[in-house]
């Protein structure tokens, strides 16, 4: 069956350190992979994408790398700060690119 | 990016009745949009596919005369709860794409049957 699959215990990490969040899929292809910022409450809001082709990606303090073979991606968030905690959120391009599925998303809590 | 805006962020209604929510963006016109459901720490579980001037596509599962996808124009796009009933008590989130294919989120609307 089709899995993207994200830690569901939350990550807790002390400011300044550096956060780093795993999505795994299974029994996808996707042709771009794109890692979204979720608030309490609130509509996600969109981060990064990478394209299949791309091993990484960067803006500002973030980072994607994308691993086809391992069907895995990471987001690491370098120089962490309280105002990043919040929830992360990975999706896919399925179903023929049109639709956009999400994994259940990682809790990230940034520490004094 | 681009701005989509739901309304309203948060309704309560008694069960039986309907409730209808509104996606709509702001700067840009958008032949698509998505509707999503979230249940608390769960993912986004996508609905259906709204699109302008045509039938919505449901996805499975998804009942589609228990919510109701009208596209009227390129900037607005509703969704109707139809016979509301505690179970359906959630949080929906509309999005509309991008050209490069990255969602843009309304804020999400918290409906609360009781």
């Known amino acids: 069956s089709q899995k993207i699959e994200q830690n569901s215990e939350a990550l807790n990490i002390q400011e300044g350190k550096t956060a780093t969040l795993t999505c795994n899929y299974t029994?996808?292809?996707?042709?771009?992979l794109q890692w979204y910022r979720q608030d309490p409450g609130r509509g996600p809001v969109f981060l990064l994408l990478?394209?299949?082709?791309?091993k990484e990606k960067r803006k500002e303090r973030l980072k994607v790398t994308f691993d086809t073979t391992l069907k895995q991606s990471l987001f690491h968030i370098t120089a962490s700060q309280p105002a990043d905690s919040a929830t992360y959120l990975c999706?896919?391009?399925?179903?023929?690119?049109?639709?956009?599925?999400f994994g259940t998303g990682t809790q990230l809590k940034v520490e004094l | 990016g681009a701005v989509v805006s739901q309304h309203p962020s948060w309704v309560i209604c008694k069960s039986g009745t309907s409730v209808k929510i509104e996606c709509r963006s702001l700067?840009?016109?958008?032949?698509?949009m998505f509707w999503y459901r979230q249940f608390p720490k769960q993912s986004l579980m996508l609905m259906a596919t709204?699109?302008?001037?045509?039938?919505?596509?449901?996805e499975q599962g998804v009942e589609k005369d228990k919510f109701l996808i009208n596209h009227a124009s390129l900037t607005l796009s509703t969704l109707t709860v139809t016979s509301a009933h505690p179970e359906d008590s959630s949080f929906y989130i509309c999005?509309?794409?991008?050209?490069?294919?990255?969602?843009?989120f309304g804020q999400g609307t918290r409906l609360t049957v009781v």
């Open positions: 999706a896919l391009h399925t179903g023929g690119g049109n639709k956009l599925t």
């Open positions: 999005s509309a794409r991008g050209s490069r294919g990255e969602a843009f």
């Open positions: 029994n996808y292809s996707p042709a771009y």
């Open positions: 700067d840009f016109q958008a032949t698509t």
């Open positions: 990478i394209r299949e082709n791309e």
């Open positions: 709204s699109n302008e001037g045509s039938k919505a596509t449901y």
